[in-house]
């Protein structure tokens, strides 16, 4: 069923049902990856809160999670290329096994400028994990993107925890722009 959101319409793209499956796959994959070590997990707000938050339920080894808070669309619907960063973590990472937690890679411009900033911490390793790639609009090749949940076409999306100007969060599906 279609949706609208502000002056902006929308019809579902991913089911819940498909997100739940989809985390338990990746959830399981990390467990048996990580079983070596205490990783670290960094959640990348304010999109991916609630894949964050699904995720980590399903990760049954020791592990801790810390947050930081990076913008680049400012609530419209392009990629600005500009980097904000609104929080940063206080946490020691130098040693230890670091997972990166996204709601989406779009250009790659956030998660190049973040990988770096945490490469400086020298972290014993640095991975990615996106809930959504869209690889047609990547201007750069990221090494580090080892687990992805749904790659997608190029459009602008919404809901479980995406936003148009700071509403359609609390969808359960993803929904994709049509108008
Ligand atoms: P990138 O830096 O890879 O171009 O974009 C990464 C960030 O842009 C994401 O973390 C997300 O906040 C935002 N973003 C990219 N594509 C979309 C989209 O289709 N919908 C929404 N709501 N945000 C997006």
């Known amino acids: ?12 793209l ?16 990390i467990c048996s990856d990580y079983k070596h070590c205490v990783p670290v997990f960094i959640g990348v707000l304010n999109g991916s809160f609630l894949f964050i ?21 400012y609530g419209g619907t392009k990629s600005t290329l500009k980097i904000r960063d609104d929080i940063d973590f206080a946490m020691d990472i130098k040693g230890r096994e670091v997972l990166i937690i996204e709601d989406i890679v779009d250009t790659g411009n956030t998660a190049h400028y973040l ?22 609009s990547l201007l750069k090749k990221i090494d580090e993107l080892k687990y992805v949940g749904f790659e997608i076409e190029s459009g602008f999306v919404v809901g479980y925890g995406l936003d148009y100007k700071e509403m359609g969060r609390n969808l359960k599906d993803i929904y994709k722009r049509v108008k």
């Open 1 to 12: 069923m279609k949706t609208k959101i502000a002056d902006l319409e929308f019809e579902p």
């Open 14 to 29: 991913i089911k819940a049902e498909a997100i739940d499956e989809r985390i338990k796959t990746i959830g399981k994959q």
């Open 53 to 73: 938050a699904d995720l980590i339920k399903q990760i049954d080894i020791p592990c801790e999670i810390t947050f930081t808070k990076l913008a680049s669309y």
């Open 115 to 136: 990988i770096e900033k945490l490469q400086v911490k020298e972290p014993a390793s640095i991975k990615l994990c996106s809930l959504l790639l869209k690889p047609a």
